[in-house]
């Protein structure tokens, strides 16, 4: 809905409301005055303007939504924007201006001003890194349009710029991973053993990258040995050259920590490249995120021990929080989506059946 019409809607209901009060203070016999009252409100021409130019009008009934998505980084991100381009449909009532970022901040800032510009009525962000967002959610907040974030967070120091924010808690999934290391390895009877550690971190300065990053740190016990952590930015591609450049420098590697399941495929591919194994019955323990089909084929195929959920499928979700607040409803500020953990001791060619993404 443009806001010209809008405000066109709104005025007049504020006539139609004023005649409303007009005619109860001027008749002060309540009953018949709010009867006479009622049929003016019908009356008001605020639905003639609304339904008058067919053509034009027809797309100012949608809501516009604009969505700045990272990139196409990963099987995650593919699930997480099929997603929003199914929910947020002309049928469901809404048109959809989608931006892929690349994975480029500077891409997310235009793609913002674009949708400032083009007078969105909501402006949906899944921010690539947290820091830097201060002067275009102003922008926002300047033009009266709400912003939602989803997935990843800002780190901003006023709260007030962004409605809410829905996603998962990367922090929880790190520390559960550390947790489930821990038991897996005591399991082996290597609970006292010297484990040699790799990570391969997500984009630097992603939620998703800190948060999992630190979470596993939390869970790190005196035995372990962190050797190294680099970006292999989300990707499957840059995730197999950094575990090809790991393996090169340290010959003795027991797990490795993959912050989303695409690396974790690019290190499988490495690993086996360089004539080791891995998986359950291999030389080297493999931790992922994401739990996207493809890593479910992973666990089937023996490849990788555990997969920590994300869910991408924040659509629905987003769309509820735009329905609220179009009916004027308080939405919760901070959103944390359930999530499970799956590994080889499951039935995960079941579970794999049951998945939506
Ligand atoms: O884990 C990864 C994607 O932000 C949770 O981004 C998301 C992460 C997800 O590229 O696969």
Redesign the pocket.
């Known amino acids: 809905m443009k806001k010209k019409l809008l405000s066109v809607i709104l005025a007049t209901a504020m006539v139609a409301t004023m005649v409303g009060c007009g005619s109860a203070t001027s008749e002060p016999a309540a009953a018949p005055a709010a009867e006479e009252a009622a049929p003016a409100k019908e009356a008001a021409p605020a639905e003639e303007v609304a339904e008058e130019p067919a053509a034009e009008e027809a797309s100012d009934d949608l809501i516009v939504v604009g969505y700045a998505q990272?990139?196409a980084?990963?099987?995650?991100?593919t699930a997480?924007t099929e997603s929003f381009k199914t929910t947020f449909t002309e049928e469901n009532g809404y048109q959809l201006i989608f931006d892929d970022a690349q994975q480029k901040q500077e891409n997310q800032i235009k793609a913002i001003r674009s949708f400032i510009q083009q007078e969105v009525d909501y402006i949906v962000v899944?921010p690539v890194v947290e820091t830097g967002w201060e002067t275009v959610l102003e922008e926002a907040k300047e033009a009266g349009i709400p912003v939602i974030l989803s997935?990843?967070m800002m780190d901003v120091s006023d709260d007030s710029l962004y409605e809410c924010w829905v996603?998962?808690n990367?922090v929880k999934e790190g520390s559960d991973a550390a947790a489930w290391l821990k038991t897996y390895l005591e399991g082996q009877g290597k609970g006292e053993e010297e484990i040699n550690i790799v990570t391969l971190q997500?984009?630097i300065g992603?939620?998703?990258q800190v948060g999992?990053t630190d979470g596993f740190a939390s869970g790190m016990q005196d035995n372990w040995v962190m050797l190294d952590k680099q970006t292999g930015e989300?990707?499957q591609s840059k995730g197999q050259e950094v575990m090809e450049s790991f393996l090169k420098k340290y010959p003795d590697i027991d797990v490795v920590v993959c912050?989303?399941?695409?690396?974790a495929f690019g290190a499988i591919d490495a690993i086996k490249a360089a004539g080791k194994t891995c998986g359950p019955e291999g030389d080297i323990t493999i931790i992922s995120?994401?739990a996207?089909a493809a890593a479910f084929d992973s666990m089937i195929a023996g490849d990788m021990n555990a997969d920590f959920e994300?869910n991408?499928l924040h659509g629905p979700r987003v769309a509820e929080i735009i329905q609220k607040l179009q009916a004027g409803e308080s939405v919760e500020k901070i959103q944390y989506v359930d999530e499970a953990y799956f590994d080889t001791s499951m039935d995960v060619a079941a579970i794999k059946e049951t998945r939506a993404y």
């Open positions: 990272v990139g980084e990963s099987d995650w991100r997480n899944a997935d990843r996603g998962g990367f997500g984009t992603a939620s998703a999992r989300f990707t912050e989303n399941d695409n690396m995120f994401d996207v994300c991408p």
